[in-house]
Antibody, heavy 119, light 107 residues
Framework: EVKLVESGGGLVQPGGSLRLSCATS????????MSWVRQPPGKALEWLGF??????????EYSASVKGRFTISRDNSQSILYLQMNTLRAEDSATYYC??????????WGQGTLVTVSA | DIQMTQSSSSFSVSLGDRVTITCKAS??????LAWYQQKPGNAPRLLIS???SLETGVPSRFSGSGSGKDYTLSITSLQTEDVATYYC?????????FGGGTKLEIK
């Protein structure tokens, strides 16, 4: 059974940093691109970026809204995906999801972790 | 970036209705379109990929159609469990982008 479980969310002050984790199981982690998607309360989904699979060198792509502030990485030995978020702003407050990216939609998602950026 | 527009942010429906949700891309996305269903407090669920391919386990009352820039999600005979917000997503180009969502409410 494919499982994705996010952790690491919480309350952080503006300008602060936070690292989210997404522990995965049930599939060969290195075979898949992995994406992060966020959703502010009551708003739409926003793709943040992905990290490619082993065959594509684990390179990354980001949305313009987070490029330079957020970094996606992966620990392939433990099948964990990370999202390092720096210089956080109030508008980064959202539920953050990791998703297994097969290049034609995201069939598997985590349950989400809530990040609140507030003083 | 490709913009995805769902013209209706919400609408009221009755159980048993046929429902059509539309999604328009700012350019041709060559059927690289997915539909998701999201219920409050839950992660999105992939319903359809490739504009028309139903995911395993999705009821056959759901169907997708369209081409070019214009796509549609249809639900025949709406059930209580279908009350949710629906999102389209294009994956033709990076960044993939989502529509603003269409929320179905019961009259």
């Amino acid at each position: 059974e494919v499982k994705l479980v996010e952790s690491g969310g919480g309350l952080v002050q503006p300008g602060g940093s936070l690292r989210l984790s997404c522990a995965t199981s049930g599939f060969t982690f290195t075979d898949y691109y992995m994406s992060w998607v966020r959703q502010p309360p009551g708003k739409a989904l926003e793709w943040l970026g992905f990290i490619r699979n082993k065959a594509n060198g684990y390179t990354t792509e980001y949305s313009a809204s987070v490029k330079g502030r957020f970094t996606i990485s992966r620990d392939n030995s433990q099948s964990i995906l990370y999202l390092q978020m720096n210089t956080l702003r109030a508008e980064d407050s959202a539920t953050y999801y990791c998703a297994r990216d097969r290049g034609r939609g995201f069939a598997y998602w985590g349950q989400g972790t809530l990040v609140t950026v507030s003083a | 970036d490709i913009q995805m527009t769902q013209s209706s942010s919400s609408f009221s429906v009755s159980l048993g209705d046929r429902v059509t949700i539309t999604c328009k891309a700012s350019e041709d996305i060559y059927n690289r379109l997915a539909w998701y269903q999201q219920k409050p407090g839950n992660a999105p669920r992939l319903l359809i990929s490739g504009a028309t391919s139903l995911e395993t386990g999705v009821p056959s009352r759901f169907s997708g159609s369209g081409s070019g820039k214009d796509y549609t999600l249809s639900i025949t005979s709406l059930q209580t469990e279908d009350v949710a917000t629906y999102y389209c997503q294009q994956y033709w180009s990076t960044p993939c982008t989502f529509g603003g969502g269409t929320k179905l409410e019961i009259k």
